[in-house]
């Protein structure tokens, strides 16, 4: 079977949380510099259809891309890192596949045939991982299986690929993320768990073409070619993985592992082209070598797991890169905020940003932030339900509205300046039915964010089900805040800002979404630039 497109599966051995992702995107990130398009897609084994209705806790955050999927955050990395937007069919859980396969079963598509998991299931994994190619015409799809080797979830994901590895035989390959653990007692690296981990795929029919080895300490020769004699892999695919400084070092790492290379050579394509990496070295140079620091406040209620705001920590080395500054985040949980430690918890930072989420838990702490921020004129960006906290804030304590409020935490305010849009109110399903994905927004031309963007017309990424009420719009523009973006279509307040303020911006939409190393959000930039300002 011949196929123009070529096939990279990354797999993870040993213990989850090794970073398949970044292994992705920076080989991902490589293969691009040498000129080949590529694009990576994640497998997820659990059954959520998606992970929208998942506490970040569980999770991490969710990312959500232009044609409105909630997906996993790895997806923010493929796109911080390649700079391509991705789509629905990027990534795909075990849910979706079953989903998809019981329709088919009910329609009666299969004919009366038992349906199983091969080859029903398998076909459809199969299937899925090709649209990808064919969506996009890649020269190469990198396919991210979540998950370990071994876990009974990932089971259907492994024989697919053993199906395409036999039916694509010199499209695919399989490179296998792994750990050398370091035992401090006896000093020394230990292969074991690498070995054990290979036979495990290799009883279910796959043999890895590359290992990937994530360690603390150097892989000598003689380590390598002990991995390489149990494993069945050339010394040359012992790739050491070592930990780095920052996930933008990574594809660097790889470079230098001649990770590419091997890629190459084992899919039989050419690699006359060097990668060409001179934007990306000089992103890192940036990064390592600043100029001024800012500290910025990020108020949030899921501060404890840092996961829980990827896009906004990274869209910040983003902005700073581009600002020649060291951001520097303090993580701070809105439920600990109250009235009386206000000025103590958010002393000495030069910008607050109150995050987005749900729910009514930590929101008193979250206006209080706000709060601090308007009156003592430090620069503020609300993102989402932060900037839903702005509009009521101002609605207490400038516009005399004492119990103003969002009727998703309070139905029985007598001032809801925050509601539920209008198509929301008739849907009872939790999962993928909030306006989700990339919306229009006009801008008014001399507000902060017409100046950012340098644009009058932009396009950003939602996740939300409440928004501004336009009944208040009057008295709010009368006493100082202005709506300065808003849906052309709708008539939907997407920014409000207040212009006698040095920088007080919210926004109803996500912009850490669309943060990447080649272009930093306009909003982060402009948000960074404002608290160096006032820093000095």
């Not at 930990?243 to 990574?250: H, K």
């Not at 790889?254 to 084992?266: A, C, F, R």
Request: net charge negative; hydrophobic share 35%.
């Amino acid at each position: 079977m011949s196929n123009s497109t070529k096939y990279v599966f990354v797999t993870g051995g040993v213990t989850s949380s090794l970073g398949k992702g970044i292994i992705a995107a920076s080989l991902a990130k490589l293969l691009q510099a040498r000129g080949y398009s590529t694009t990576i897609q994640k497998l997820d084994p659990y059954i959520n259809i998606d992970p929208g209705t998942l506490n970040p806790y569980e999770h991490g955050e969710c990312y959500v891309t232009d044609d409105g999927a909630e997906t996993d955050l790895d997806l923010g990395h493929y796109e911080r890192f390649l700079n391509v937007p991705t789509s629905q069919a990027n990534n795909i859980t075990t849910g979706r596949i079953y989903q998809s396969v019981i329709e088919k079963e009910r329609r009666g598509d299969y004919l009366g045939k038992t349906v199983q998991v091969i080859p029903h299931i398998t076909d459809e994994i199969k299937e899925r991982i090709q649209l990808v190619a064919k969506h996009g015409k890649y020269d190469i799809v990198i396919t991210e299986i979540g998950g370990t080797v071994g876990d009974i979830e990932s089971l259907p994901y492994v024989e697919a690929v053993r199906q395409m590895l036999w039916e694509f035989e010199n499209d695919c390959i399989v490179v296998h993320l792994t750990l050398i653990p370091y035992l401090s007692a006896a000093g020394e690296l230990k292969t074991k768990p690498t070995q054990h981990s290979v036979k495990q795929l290799l009883e279910l029919g796959v043999q890895p073409d590359i290992l990937c080895c994530r360690t603390e300490h150097e892989l000598e020769l003689g380590l390598r070619q002990k991995i390489a004699k149990f494993c069945n892999v050339s010394v040359n695919a012992v790739i050491e993985a070592r930990d780095a400084s920052s996930i933008y070092d990574v594809p660097l790492l790889m470079h230098n592992e001649e990770l590419d290379n091997v890629v190459l050579d084992k899919l039989g394509l050419s690699k006359k082209s060097k990668p060409n990496l001179d934007n990306w070295k000089s992103f890192l140079e940036r990064l390592k070598n600043p100029k001024h620091e800012v500290t910025i406040g990020l108020v949030g209620k899921y501060v404890e797991l840092k996961d829980s705001y990827k896009s906004i920590s990274e869209a910040f080395i983003h902005a700073g890169v581009s600002n020649e500054t060291k951001v520097h985040l303090k993580w701070i949980h809105s439920e600990e905020l109250t009235p009386a430690n206000i000025a103590e918890e958010l002393a000495n930072l030069d910008g607050i940003l109150v995050a987005p989420g749900f729910g009514s838990r930590g929101i008193e702490g979250k206006i209080e932030a706000v709060r601090h921020a308007r009156e003592n004129n430090i620069p503020f960006l609300g993102i989402c339900l932060g900037m839903q906290c702005a509009v009521i804030e101002f609605a207490r304590n400038v516009l005399n509205l004492g119990d103003a409020h969002s009727t998703e935490m309070s139905e029985k305010t007598s001032a809801p300046v925050i509601s539920m849009m209008e198509e929301q109110k008739k849907i009872s399903n939790m999962g993928g039915t909030m306006r989700l994905g990339a919306y229009q927004c006009e801008l008014k031309p001399k507000s902060n964010a017409s100046l950012a963007y340098n644009a009058n017309k932009i396009s950003e990424r939602h996740r939300h089900r409440y928004e501004f009420n336009n009944d208040y719009l009057s008295a709010y523009e009368g006493a100082g805040m202005t709506a300065t973006g808003k849906n052309p279509d709708s008539g939907l307040v997407e920014i409000v800002e207040i212009p006698t303020h040095p920088w007080f911006v919210g926004v109803q939409f996500h912009p850490e979404y669309k943060s990447t190393v080649a272009q930093p959000h306009p909003i982060f930039v402009a948000f960074v630039k404002a608290a160096l300002n006032n820093k000095k």
